[in-house]
């Protein structure tokens, strides 16, 4: 055994310790096919089974059983070999995985009913996996002693990937380094006549050049009041503000999630000033992040300064608090404040809320508010983004249904002046530490100036 499944070891131990005399079945699958019409996709595998047994083929069936782990692999033929290589040996999946029980994926229905006493086990390999399929009945929980998604093994999984360990971390800051690296990359392009698809071919580039994958669907663009637009191709102009929400995936699976916001040459006073209120109110919410803090409290601190910042920039009037309490700022900043990260960008996203909220706390549903991802009291190890934005937005401002019990406090005149605004967002990846908290992506400098 490689001392780099030592890891992997200790996790299944966890989760074995937590559910003795059970039968846990984690598939290996993609959420998207690897195959059409004979052509190969990308595959990334599934994030529980990354995180219990690593790197394998599509197809891998991973079991933590009574008599410890063992892998189920997918038998390859000629023309499989022919086309797509030859995979790993078992000795190297072995040493690789720290699983010394490996058998052809045929032998798992009949090794399921030797674990299970006897009970009849499904005949053939489910295509979906039934610890992610969040909720849904699993097609394997009608064989006795056997689990497949309960809220129990859920529970499980949430309780360890919330609290990163030491192999993990070692993991975000490998895949943070090489994001803080393609966004300078990124940086040293960016001009005036510049395409988007130039600054993502220099991110992908850096990427690429790392060893690594992108973490999710890139984001490069000036219009930056589109939260989450499709790539498309866009020109930079002189006064632009280019948003680039970019992060490499590491090679062990875990995310860099980083957003910055780059002048494109001499940007208005208007710009600037909505820039450094966005710069201020994330780096006193980063200043806030420690053990016992509440992650929807950074929110709303987050939106107070940001209500306080309207009003003084002269488009919103008011009191800070009374604005918050009526949503009033959520017209500017729609969207929550961040996000867990790990294994995946939106980290345990198929559990939803079951992970991102802490029990008996409810998503509010306030607009706004009710785009908060995440909702526990922070703790050492947990990773989350800290990711505020500003943005004129047309289709919430000349919405009249939407916009009505705002215009009490809303100063057209003023706001008017901030209509080439589109998107500012400024995101960075915070661990938190005993005492407080580190930012993983402090290298990549976020002053104007420095941009």
Request: charged share 25%; proline share 6%.
């Amino acid at each position: 055994m490689n001392s780099s499944a030592e890891h992997f070891v200790s996790r299944r131990s966890l989760v074995a310790r937590r559910h003795p005399n059970e039968v846990l079945l984690f598939f290996n699958h993609a959420e998207i096919p690897r195959t059409a019409y004979g052509i190969n996709f990308p595959f990334r595998g599934n994030s529980h089974f990354l995180y219990l047994f690593g790197h394998l083929p599509p197809g891998t069936v991973g079991l933590i059983g009574p008599e410890g782990a063992e892998l189920f692999l997918r038998e390859t033929s000629r023309e499989d070999e022919v086309w797509n290589g030859v995979g790993p040996t078992a000795e190297q999946t072995k040493a690789d995985t720290g699983v010394e029980r490996l058998h052809p994926v045929q032998a798992l229905a009949s090794r399921v009913a030797e674990l299970t006493g006897g009970h009849k086990a499904p005949g053939t390999v489910p295509s979906v996996n039934p610890v992610t399929a969040a909720f849904q009945r699993s097609v394997l929980g009608s064989t006795p002693g056997l689990v497949g998604l309960n809220r129990e093994l859920a529970e499980t999984l949430i309780e360890l990937r919330l609290h990163h360990d030491a192999e993990a971390i070692r993991e975000l800051r490998c895949a943070t380094a090489v994001t803080v690296d393609a966004h300078k990359a990124a940086a040293r392009m960016i001009e005036p006549g510049v395409r988007t698809w130039e600054v993502l071919a220099a991110l992908r580039s850096e990427v690429t050049r790392a060893g690594c994958a992108e973490a999710y669907l890139p984001i490069v663009t000036p219009n930056g009041e589109v939260l989450h637009p499709s790539m498309c191709e866009e020109v930079c102009r002189e006064g632009d503000l280019l948003l680039i929400d970019y992060g490499a995936e590491s090679p062990g699976g875990f995310a860099g999630d980083m957003t910055r916001t780059y002048p494109v040459g001499r940007i208005s006073t208007e710009k600037r000033e909505a820039y450094e209120l966005v710069l201020r109110v994330q780096r006193e919410a980063i200043a806030s992040v420690r053990p016992g803090v509440r992650y929807r409290d950074l929110h709303l601190q987050a939106a107070r300064s940001f209500a306080a910042g309207f009003v003084d920039l002269g488009i919103l009037r008011g009191d800070p608090d009374s604005l918050v309490e009526r949503g009033a700022h959520a017209l500017f900043f729609p969207h929550g404040l961040g996000h867990l990260l790990g294994l995946d960008v939106h980290d345990l996203r198929e559990f939803g809320d079951l992970a991102w909220y802490a029990p008996g706390r409810e998503r509010s549903t306030q607009f706004g508010l009710s785009f908060l991802r995440f909702d526990r009291d922070l703790e050492p190890n947990m990773t989350v983004t800290i990711e505020p934005g500003f943005y004129y937005i047309p289709r919430l401002l000349n919405d009249p249904t939407f916009a009505a019990p705002f215009e009490d406090v809303l100063c057209r005149p003023r706001l008017a002046q901030f209509a080439d605004l589109h998107g500012i967002r400024i995101e960075d990846d915070v661990l938190v530490v005993d005492g407080g908290c580190e930012v993983l992506t402090s290298a990549m400098p976020k002053e104007l100036d420095l941009l």
